[in-house]
C-alpha cells in the first residue's frame, strides 16, 4: 500500500509538470504561442487566461478581477485568426453583462450595449467608427424601455438635434449643436409638453431674445445679445 501511494504521488506530480509545461510557451521565434495563463503578482489567483497562435490572439480570453484572493471573471475577448478585432464583454462580480461590442484592440468600433442594473434590458446603444469615436444616434433608455435621451454624434461631436423624454414619451428639452457646441434654437417643456422656455445659443453662449411662459402665455422676455462694453479712453 506504501508503495502505491508513493506511485499515485509520483504520477500525479507528472501530470502536474507535463500541465505545466504545457503553458506559457514560445515558438522558435520568442513570440507566444499556446494556452497563456497569467496571476496575480504574489498570489494564486489567475489574472488572465487564454490562447496565443505565433503571437496572435485567438478563441475566447477571460479576464479576472482578485475579490478576497478569488478570481471574478470580469470580462471576455473573443478573437479570430485574421486581424486584431474581438467581440467584448464586460460583466459584474455576480456574472451579468453589463455592456458588449466590438474592440479593435483598445479601440471601441461599431454597435456597443449597455445595460440596465437590474435587467437585460437596455440602458444606452452607441455606435463608434473605426476611430473609437461616436457617430449617428446615441439613445439612452429608461428601465421600461422608453428611449429618454436622443443624441446625434459625428466623429465623436454633438451635432444636430438633442433631445431629453419623460418616461411617458414627452419632450423635456431640446437642443441643437454644432460641432460639439451649443448653437441654434433651444426649447424646454414641463411634464405635459408644454414650452415654458426657447431661445438661442451662440457658440455655446445664450444669444438673442429669450421667451418664458406659463399656461402657454409669454410671461417674459430677456434679451442675452452679445453688447460690447466700449472703455473710453483718457486722453
Not at 513570440?31 to 505565433?54: A, N, S
Not at 468600433?109 to 442594473?117: E, F
Not at 439612452?140 to 444636430?160: C, F, H, M, R, S
Amino acid at each position: 500500500m506504501k508503495f502505491l501511494n508513493i506511485g499515485l504521488l509520483i504520477f500525479l506530480w507528472n501530470i502536474t509538470f507535463v500541465l505545466a509545461q504545457d503553458i506559457n510557451q514560445f515558438d522558435t521565434q520568442g513570440k507566444r504561442h499556446g494556452i497563456w495563463q497569467k496571476k496575480f503578482d504574489g498570489t494564486k489567483v489567475i489574472r488572465y487566461e487564454g490562447e496565443f497562435l505565433h503571437g496572435k490572439e485567438i478563441g475566447v480570453f477571460k479576464f479576472y478581477k482578485n475579490i478576497k484572493n478569488k478570481a471574478v471573471l470580469t470580462a471576455t475577448k473573443e478573437f479570430n485568426e485574421n486581424d486584431n478585432i474581438a467581440y467584448v464583454k464586460f460583466l459584474a462580480s455576480n456574472g451579468k453583462v453589463i455592456s458588449e461590442g466590438k474592440m479593435n484592440g483598445k479601440t471601441y468600433i461599431g454597435t456597443w450595449k449597455y445595460y440596465q442594473k437590474n435587467s437585460d434590458k437596455l440602458l444606452t446603444l452607441e455606435e463608434y467608427n473605426g476611430n473609437g469615436q461616436l457617430v449617428g444616434k446615441r439613445l439612452v433608455y429608461y428601465p421600461n424601455g422608453q428611449i429618454a435621451e436622443e443624441q446625434n454624434y459625428t466623429d465623436g461631436k454633438l451635432n444636430g438635434v438633442s433631445k431629453w423624454f419623460s418616461e411617458k414619451n414627452i419632450v423635456l428639452k431640446e437642443y441643437y449643436y454644432v460641432n460639439g457646441e451649443l448653437h441654434g434654437m433651444s426649447k424646454f417643456y414641463n411634464s405635459k409638453g408644454e414650452l415654458i422656455t426657447e431661445g438661442e445659443y451662440k457658440r455655446g453662449k445664450k444669444d438673442g431674445m429669450w421667451k418664458f411662459y406659463e399656461n402657454g402665455k409669454l410671461i417674459e422676455e430677456k434679451d442675452f445679445t452679445y453688447k460690447p462694453k466700449y472703455i473710453k479712453k483718457t486722453p
